[in-house]
């Protein structure tokens, strides 16, 4: 039986290198042309590169080509279809380069956690390069190529949001590269993580409600779609209602809020969810504060509630997970995220596994309670809002 056509391309590649046809440097034919001379398609022809790249033989570079590889620059080779960390030769070229693949950032979340990388960046001497994937898994496998293919010796990823795990992280964590996952972990994975503790956070923020006479909250969450910091703060909302003996109404939630997912955030799903919470509001009068998983949930909710007349904190008290610290902000009671020193752990520990050291497969920080001025005692009687 004869042999596909790109292990046929890839054998002469790898001879007419061997023989210097194409020496250390040089630009080696690209998929077109390659897929030109052969007659094959550039699905053929881009396979036979990619596992010539993972052999250490040629480096990709986007948008410029394939060129011949320097043996002494080279990562350790890995088994075809692997990823490469970088060596000690490799770093002693330059100054260590570390990727981060992130969802996205905003003042209430993710620039703390990029301040926190940054500094220990410029404190260990190394480089930090940051891509956005705004909550999509075909770009977060993008970003993490290309974070490959630009030689990053380490990776820091906040995954996307979804069920599933990308095949790029199952190979990293297959071939034992670097890398530590921030804000949550996957399931299933044995990966480092660094995030909030969600759990106790989520029982701290409740339970204060529960001082404050507060009895009938409403919950509101985008879809856990198995998100874990997600469902761990659902987790800590259920646990400090058991705790108190205080029966759990599911009725009192919005499990389906979408807007501030970063794939649809805009302004035509936000006026979606904030008439979803005014009907919800209007449905149930009886719901004296609200729980909110995020800050800008947290925001649709002050919405919705100044749209039906309702005071906060008079009429209705709000929590929430991270507030930004800037002028012009609304106050929220939230529990504050150590992000800075989340980011700056992230970043060591991913510089302990590059030099061969173990780091804790799973570490928790604190969140800190901080009160604001979105939450008071619960009203003595039933609130009355707008039907309109």
Request: aromatic content about 6%; some cysteine.
């Amino acid at each position: 039986m004869s042999s596909p056509m790109y292990e046929h391309i890839l054998s002469i590649l790898r001879e007419d290198i061997k023989n210097g046809k194409y020496r250390i440097g040089d630009r080696v034919p690209s998929e077109k042309e390659l897929a030109d001379e052969y007659g094959v398609s550039r699905i053929t022809s881009k396979k036979a590169l990619e596992l010539l790249s993972a052999e250490g033989v040629i480096v990709r570079r986007p948008g410029r080509g394939s060129f011949v590889a320097d043996p002494k620059e080279q990562a350790a080779v890995v088994p075809q279809g692997g990823v490469r960390a970088e060596t000690g030769a490799a770093k002693a070229a330059g100054k260590p380069l570390i990727g981060l693949v992130i969802t996205d950032f905003a003042d209430s979340y993710g620039t703390g956690l990029i301040y926190g990388m940054e500094e220990a960046s410029r404190r260990n001497d190394c480089y930090l390069v940051v891509r956005r994937t705004f909550g999509n898994p075909a770009l977060e496998e993008e970003a993490i190529k290309g974070m490959l293919e630009i030689g990053a010796g380490g990776l820091i990823i906040l995954p996307a949001q979804g069920e599933y795990f990308n095949a790029q992280i199952l190979k990293l964590v297959i071939h034992g590269f670097p890398f530590v996952l921030v804000d949550r972990h996957l399931k299933g994975i044995s990966a480092g993580s660094i995030s909030t503790d969600n759990v106790a956070g989520a029982k701290r923020g409740t339970d204060y409600l529960f001082e404050l006479g507060h009895r009938h909250i409403a919950l509101l969450t985008p879809p856990p779609q198995d998100t874990t910091a997600v469902e761990d703060r659902i987790e800590g909302f259920v646990e400090a209602h058991a705790e108190k003996g205080i029966p759990i109404d599911r009725d009192l939630w919005i499990e389906d809020i979408t807007s501030t997912l970063p794939n649809a955030f805009n302004e035509e799903n936000r006026a979606k969810d904030i008439l979803k919470l005014k009907q919800h509001l209007q449905r149930i009068p009886h719901i004296t504060a609200v729980f909110a998983i995020e800050y800008n949930i947290a925001l649709l909710a002050r919405e919705a509630a100044a749209q039906l007349g309702l005071a906060v904190p008079k009429d209705l008290s709000i929590l929430c997970f991270d507030c930004p610290e800037v002028g012009g902000a609304f106050p929220f009671t939230h529990l504050r995220q150590q992000q800075e020193e989340m980011g700056r752990q992230a970043f060591v520990h991913v510089l302990e596994l590059m030099e061969g050291l173990a780091a804790p497969n799973r570490n928790k920080l604190e969140a800190v309670l901080v009160p604001g001025d979105s939450t008071a005692p619960a009203p003595a009687a039933p609130r009355r809002a707008k039907t309109s």
